[in-house]
Nanobody
Framework: QVQLVESGGGLVQTGGSLRLSCVAS????????MGWFRQAPGKEREFVAA????????DYADSVKGRFTISREKVKNTVYLQMNSLKPEDTAVYYC????????????????WGQGNQVTVSS
């Protein structure tokens, strides 16, 4: 089992920045990936960003490219999501996820999920 604990959400004005953190503990895999997803009220959970733990390769949703950055700190078993130039449409509950294997944009292939963290961007 892998446990994921998130932190860093909150309320910010349009154009502001926030950084989410996700600490992983428990079972480790030789190859795994971590991702960030979000879910706004009345909408399905959607992909935001993903990172391969070993190589550091990344993927981003088109809606956040150039504004969000995913990174990882191996020593701390932590993945981050730096969010800049935030917009009201970024308002959602953000989830950290992990899977054994390569990174993916699909929610269905991730095996472990964090508790979710609310991010609210006011206009």
């Amino acid at each position: 089992q892998v446990q994921l604990v998130e932190s860093g959400g909150g309320l910010v004005q349009t154009g502001g920045s926030l950084r989410l953190s996700c600490v992983a503990s428990g079972r480790t895999y030789s190859s795994y990936a971590m991702g960030w997803f979000r879910q706004a009220p009345g909408k399905e959970r959607e992909f935001v960003a993903a990172i391969s733990w070993s190589s550091g390769g990344t993927d981003y949703a088109d809606s956040v490219k150039g504004r969000f950055t995913i990174s990882r700190e191996k020593v701390k078993n932590t993945v981050y999501l730096q969010m800049n130039s935030l917009k009201p449409e970024d308002t959602a509950v953000y989830y950290c996820a992990a899977r054994a294997g390569g990174r993916s944009t699909s929610t269905g292939v991730y095996d472990y999920w964090g508790q979710g963290n609310q991010v609210t961007v006011s206009s």
